[in-house]
């Protein structure tokens, strides 16, 4: 992402295409494209300059937390990762190099690459709280069938408005769904995993998925039971909207990738 963007006084428009995961659908969920947007502040743009013709490709990856980390493989092709890993200081982060077979780059290079990887964790930290309040909103958005998310006033922060693009599978409501949008909520344990559909405007109970333990690889199952209310809806309603949540959980990651990219001065990864 390059200087020559900011330029632009309208909102700025990035496109990333996800691979469809395949998934044996109830109902059909055909993929389609939702842009959210995000402030970036000013010094996102052209934050990279320093890196670009060193990276092929890169996947940047932030984990915000006690612990960080930052995460960079800097060529598609090569197995080669730095890290960045900090305590409650992101100034106190520790840099660490694990190469692959042989490290491409020279000394030199990578000082440069951790001085940005530096530079970035601190921008990331610092709007981590506008980086989660963008991948929700745009989930949530996508729910309720929009194919635009944009944030609201009091999200205004002294910068660019930025929309990146991205594919998912995530459904709004339509005349063919008996109820609006329903959140699939953990209310069991380990030991015996079970999840609660709920309508989120109503708050009804509408059934459960019950499953066996994550560590039962070899005799997985699932159950979807419909509450005894809910005379109107089916087990295949249930396992739909159970499709619909992991879509939603995979948007949101794409969403905070991309934008994680475009934060660091980076372009959106390609699929």
Not at 231 to 258: G, H, K, M, V
Request: glycine share 6%; hydrophobic share 40%.
């Amino acid at each position: 992402m390059t200087d020559e963007l900011a330029a632009d006084a309208s909102p700025l428009r990035v496109r990333a295409v996800r691979d469809s995961l395949s998934v044996d659908g109830i109902r059909d969920s055909p993929e389609r494209e939702i842009s959210v947007g995000m402030w970036l502040p000013r010094d996102s743009f052209g934050a990279a300059v320093e890196i670009d013709h060193l990276l092929r490709d890169p996947r940047l990856n932030y984990h915000p937390g006690r612990e960080g980390p930052l995460v960079l493989r800097p060529i598609d092709t090569d197995l080669t990762t730095m890290t960045l890993t900090w305590g409650h200081r992101v100034d106190e982060a520790v840099f660490n190099l694990v190469p692959s077979t042989r490290i491409p780059f020279t000394v030199a290079q990578v000082q440069v690459i951790e001085r940005w990887m530096r530079a970035s964790a601190r921008r990331l930290h610092a709007h981590r709280a506008f980086l989660r309040d963008a991948c929700t909103r745009g989930m949530w958005d996508a729910a309720e069938g929009a194919t635009e998310s944009l944030p609201a006033a009091d999200e205004l922060i002294a910068g660019e408005l930025v929309l990146t693009s991205v594919l998912t599978n995530v459904q709004g409501p339509d005349s063919t769904w008996p109820l609006g949008v329903v959140e699939v909520d953990s209310v069991g344990t380990p030991e015996e995993p079970c999840d609660a559909f709920v309508e989120t405007a109503t708050q009804k109970r509408l059934g459960t998925r019950t499953s066996s333990p994550d560590a039962d690889f070899d005799q997985h199952w699932e159950r979807f039971t419909v509450d005894e209310s809910q005379s109107e809806l089916t087990p295949e309603d249930l396992i739909f909207w159970y499709q619909q949540a992991c879509w939603r959980f995979t948007l949101y990651d794409d969403l905070w990738l991309n934008f994680c990219h475009l934060l660091t001065g980076l372009e959106p990864p390609t699929p």
